[in-house]
């Protein structure tokens, strides 16, 4: 697009893409980071998700240092952690790590951690951490194995996906809800105004649906 800086999301999520999207910012690439999620030995939830932001943007940062049309663009990077207490939630792609998740969640509270990490044309890195809280009413082994089958936990943090069925499992939400779809909204687009991307460009072009 121009008349406005480059911007480029570094993730393939559908979901995060389609966030921006809803807050009328088109990214001009993606570049989704391939980085080994696995939390360390005895890392905190916040601490991970704040970690693994960093190093999706600074792997993003060298793939883009490379590309002469993108070079001084701005680049987003993201990481949710879902947790119960101290543990931090797989993202499943296992029937059974899903089973045991939604096993773990139901009738429980939990909370959704998402890091973001924005790095400026000038190549600063700013982050955010936010939380939301989630509870989950009580689960039954009808509902555990109806929502496996229906396959949209598969790679979902914590083995749900809020903006689907899942949906219907919450009792009680406390904070943003985006953040639990992967994207806390007011917090990226605060952060990226706050850094100069002019946030508001697109919005003359967006069809309210």
Known sequence: MLGRPKFVLASGSPRRLSLLNQAGIEPDALRPADVDETPKRGELPRACA??????????????VQLDDELRGAFILAADTVVAVGRRILPKANLVDEAAQCLRLLSGRNHRVYTAICLVTP????????????????????????????????????????????????????????????????????????????????????????
Do not use: C
């Open 122 to 209: 000038r190549e600063a890195f700013r982050q955010r951490l936010v939380e939301t809280r989630v509870r989950f009413k009580r689960l039954s082994e009808d509902d555990i194995q109806a929502y496996i089958g229906s396959g949209e936990w598969r790679g979902k943090a914590g083995g749900y996906a809020v903006q689907g069925i899942a949906g219907s499992f919450v009792v009680k939400m406390v904070g943003s809800y985006t953040n639990v779809v992967g994207l806390p909204l007011y917090e990226t687009t605060t952060l990226l105004g706050g850094e100069g991307f002019p946030i508001r460009f697109g919005w003359l072009n967006t069809t309210a649906v």
């Open 50 to 63: 704040n970690r693994l932001a960093r190093v999706k943007a600074d792997a993003a940062l060298k793939s």
